[in-house]
């Protein structure tokens, strides 16, 4: 078992036992402490009543500390946990609702009789105001959580490029931008389309769910739209889109990896960007497009990396879906690619 899980498994445990206890422990502390002032008990009997606990405190540390490495190895690791904000932003926002029609509607009842039985100056009455621990943090965090949520699900949202397979445009450890909204508002979590914007164009960065990997996170460049008509010469290293090819100007020589390789500037849709082609011409087995081409499927978009040799993508995989695309990668905000390394804004800026 990784970090993150163990983080996860140990943040989600003690949450759900730190809302439990509000809502049971909490209304039958409560609820004896109503009991006890109407009995004419005295005022520390009635602060001891709803005193919580010193474990739920401790409890409620472990679960906020907890959320720490989470937050960290997601950002870190480019993992989505649009779960793990949806079920926390729910949990806080269920504790926030609550607290107005359970624990909070007994807490105000307390107060009025407390505040009728014992003098102005009574501690008791100060103690009898403050809120549990739970209930104070849960109206903290709520509206945080809740704004993280809609801001990652239908704004921006941060990826990190795990591979070479988008170099020279995006290297490993950067960490790119990318706009949710940028063909339509989708449900987080589900996927579901909301509100339709518009549609990828070629030449745009997606990312996206690949089709074998649904769990993993891709990016790479549209090269065909539904109906497109894609040539590739194995050989040569060219690139047909319905029978037009694709403009390329030889740049430099380079070297990749140790490897040596030709630096491009290739003229895609409305813009240009620069890719890689390797020297060696062998075509893998696994690579799947016929010589005559293939016509993209509708609903469908063909990828390909700028890293042209060293790409992973629909020359192996297909298609990708347009249900499976996340928005369009606009930014680099950071560079950082090892954790023994500090992060750098020298790479900062927009991508073609």
């Known amino acids: 078992m990784d970090l993150f899980n163990l983080a996860a498994i140990l943040s989600a445990?003690?949450?759900?036992?730190?809302?439990?206890?509000?809502?049971?422990?909490?209304?039958?502390?409560?609820?004896?402490?109503?009991?006890?002032?109407?009995?004419?008990?005295?005022?520390?009997?009635?602060?001891?009543?709803?005193?919580?606990?010193?474990?739920?405190?401790?409890?409620?540390?472990?679960?906020?500390?907890?959320?720490?490495?989470?937050?960290?190895?997601?950002?870190?690791?480019?993992?989505?946990?649009?779960?793990?904000?949806?079920?926390?932003?729910?949990?806080?926002?269920?504790?926030?609702?609550?607290?107005?029609?359970?624990?909070?509607?007994?807490?105000?009842?307390?107060?009025?009789?407390?505040?009728?039985?014992?003098?102005?100056?009574?501690?008791?009455?100060?103690?009898?105001?403050q809120e549990p621990i739970v209930i104070e943090s849960s109206k903290s965090f709520f509206p945080v959580l809740l704004f993280v949520l809609v801001l990652r699900s239908f704004i921006a949202e941060p990826f990190q490029i795990p591979s070479g397979s988008m170099k020279p445009t995006l290297l490993i450890g950067d960490f790119i931008v990318v706009n949710k909204f940028a063909y339509g508002l989708k449900m987080p979590v589900t996927g579901t389309m909301l509100y339709e914007m518009g549609h990828p164009e070629t030449g745009d960065l997606i990312v996206f769910k690949p089709p074998h990997e649904p769990k993993k996170t891709f990016i790479k460049r549209v090269v065909g739209l539904p109906g497109d008509h894609i040539r590739f010469d194995y050989r040569r290293k060219r690139l047909w889109i319905n029978d037009v090819e694709v403009s390329t100007r030889y740049l430099a020589d380079e070297s990749l990896d140790g490897e040596p390789v030709r630096l491009f500037e290739e003229q895609l849709g409305e813009g240009s960007h620069q890719i890689y082609k390797a020297y060696r011409n062998t075509r893998l087995s696994e690579e799947w497009i016929p010589e005559t081409g293939v016509v993209v499927p509708p609903g469908k978009y063909f990828v390909m990396g700028d890293n042209r040799d060293n790409s992973y993508d629909s020359r192996y995989w297909r298609f990708v879906d347009e249900q499976a695309v996340l928005g369009k990668a606009f930014a680099i905000w950071l560079h950082w690619p090892k954790l023994s390394s500090l992060p750098s804004i020298t790479r900062n800026g927009v991508v073609n």
């Open 13 to 129: 445990t003690t949450g759900i036992l730190w809302v439990l206890e509000a809502f049971t422990l909490g209304l039958r502390r409560y609820s004896s402490a109503i009991a006890l002032t109407g009995a004419d008990a005295g005022s520390d009997a009635v602060v001891q009543a709803i005193s919580e606990p010193k474990w739920v405190d401790w409890l409620g540390k472990l679960f906020l500390y907890s959320l720490l490495p989470l937050l960290y190895l997601s950002i870190r690791k480019s993992m989505d946990f649009s779960i793990l904000l949806s079920i926390a932003s729910a949990a806080t926002g269920i504790v926030v609702m609550a607290n107005l029609v359970s624990v909070g509607v007994l807490r105000r009842k307390l107060l009025v009789m407390a505040a009728e039985r014992f003098s102005s100056d009574d501690p008791a009455l100060d103690a009898i105001a």
